[in-house]
């Protein structure tokens, strides 16, 4: 379970910081090494987490990195669920559309 600011873009998240509203995410991936996903990119760090974003059009957060990770040897991102879309999501399978404007609740993400 991780508290993630609700999606927007990167000039809007970085504008607001820490009062950015935000939403409770409790589903996952959890990777070792970000390049696992295709065209993800980092947004800004706070305190000790470096927000996830499509690295294409700068929406997100996807999820996020906690950098003490590093220190402890064991690198993890995880990538919210609920905020992606990909080939492997069966019901989301017909609808790979582009993210426009209004439609921002989730993201294609190819997985390698």
Known sequence: ??????????????????????????????????????NVGFCFAV???????????????????????VSEGKPLFHICSSRVRTSLNSEEKDKENSVTESDTSAVNVPAS
């Open 47 to 69: 305190d000790n987490i470096k927000y996830l974003i499509c690295a294409d059009c700068e929406i997100g957060p996807l999820g996020y990195h906690d950098t003490r990770s």
């Open 1 to 38: 379970m991780f508290s993630l600011p609700i999606i927007a873009r990167k000039s809007e998240l970085q504008q607001h910081a820490d009062s950015f509203p935000r939403q409770m995410e409790t589903e996952f991936w959890t990777v070792r090494n970000i390049t696992d996903f295709e």
